[in-house]
């Protein structure tokens, strides 16, 4: 299944994978931060960003991707879970409608996991009841912005690579006080300094910007974990922002993958 989709190259061709470009806070919020940003290194603080979603266990999640191609700007928005020690999550993408305005389209659910991305609805070809499989190694960008919607783990993976940042000051993101830092991580970095399970889509990643320098702004609650995040991808037919959002720190994110036989086995049409 992977290798029909190894031609999903840049934005604009891997955002097709689930046919984008064809119709082209919580339980937890009650802690306060310091006034002061937290002793030593910032980009140390940055870098265990993901350490601190693991050990927070689970969460709420909401998401937002604008692309802009050639004048052309889209955005898709998801909304799910994501077991952060497993690895995996459920969203609900919402895409947007044609450039007529008049064409509604159905929320694609994605699964997202270490290894792969699984879609269901996921369009012309394939039956309602099938999801379609990708392995996320086999994408240009590591499934960072295939989807529609950034895995949450990967997108603070990618924090491990920070080599520039700044203290930007305090605010509120959800209700919860947080620490605004600014900066760019190095892709490049963040792979060697990646988990064993995101360490293969990073390391796709890193093949398929054109930019290995990923500008961004997190928001970091009085546990160092991430309230909000926001990076800016350079791919060779459109610029990415990515916007994550993550609330409702443990709650159930329970996800189950499909079994064999509901995985669509076919080729995948194209628009």
């Known amino acids: 299944m992977g290798q029909q989709h190894r031609r999903t190259g840049g934005a604009v061709a891997a955002v097709a994978a689930v046919g984008?470009?064809?119709?082209?806070?919580?339980?937890?919020?009650?802690?306060?931060?310091?006034?002061?940003?937290?002793?030593?290194?910032?980009?140390?603080v940055v870098r265990r960003a993901a350490d601190s979603l693991v050990r927070a266990g689970s969460s709420q999640a909401s998401t937002s991707?604008?692309?802009?191609?050639?004048?052309?700007?889209?955005?898709?928005?998801?909304k799910g879970v994501y077991d952060f020690k497993r690895q995996r999550g459920r969203f609900q993408v919402v895409l947007p409608k044609d450039p007529a305005g008049d064409d509604e389209h159905r929320p694609i659910t994605e699964l997202l996991t270490a290894g792969a991305l699984?879609?269901?609805?996921?369009g012309a070809g394939v039956p309602a009841d099938k999801w379609v499989r990708i392995e996320t190694r086999s994408l240009s960008d590591g499934n960072l912005v295939t989807g529609g919607a950034t895995d949450p783990l990967a997108a603070a993976e990618l924090l491990?690579?920070?080599?520039?940042?700044?203290?930007?000051?305090?605010?509120?993101?959800?209700?919860?006080?947080?620490?605004?830092?600014?900066?760019?991580?190095?892709?490049?970095?963040?792979?060697?300094?990646?988990?064993?399970?995101?360490r293969g889509a990073l390391a796709a990643a890193a093949k398929g910007f054109s930019r290995q320098g990923v500008p961004f702004d997190v928001f970091l609650d009085d546990r160092g974990r991430v309230r909000k995040l926001r990076q800016q991808f350079r791919m060779?037919?459109?610029?990415?922002?990515s916007t994550t959002l993550l609330y409702g720190f443990g709650a159930p994110a329970e996800v189950r993958l499909p079994a064999d036989e509901d995985i669509f086995a076919g080729k995948i049409a194209e628009r």
């Open 118 to 122: 699984y879609m269901k609805n996921r």
């Open 236 to 241: 060779a037919e459109a610029n990415v922002a």
């Open 65 to 78: 991707l604008e692309m802009a191609s050639g004048g052309t700007r889209v955005t898709i928005r998801g």
């Open 160 to 198: 491990r690579g920070t080599r520039h940042v700044a203290y930007v000051g305090e605010e509120r993101v959800g209700g919860a006080e947080v620490r605004h830092y600014r900066g760019v991580a190095d892709i490049g970095s963040a792979v060697k300094e990646a988990s064993a399970g995101q």
């Open 20 to 44: 984008l470009m064809a119709v082209v806070t919580g339980c937890s919020d009650r802690g306060a931060a310091a006034e002061a940003p937290p002793a030593g290194d910032p980009g140390d």
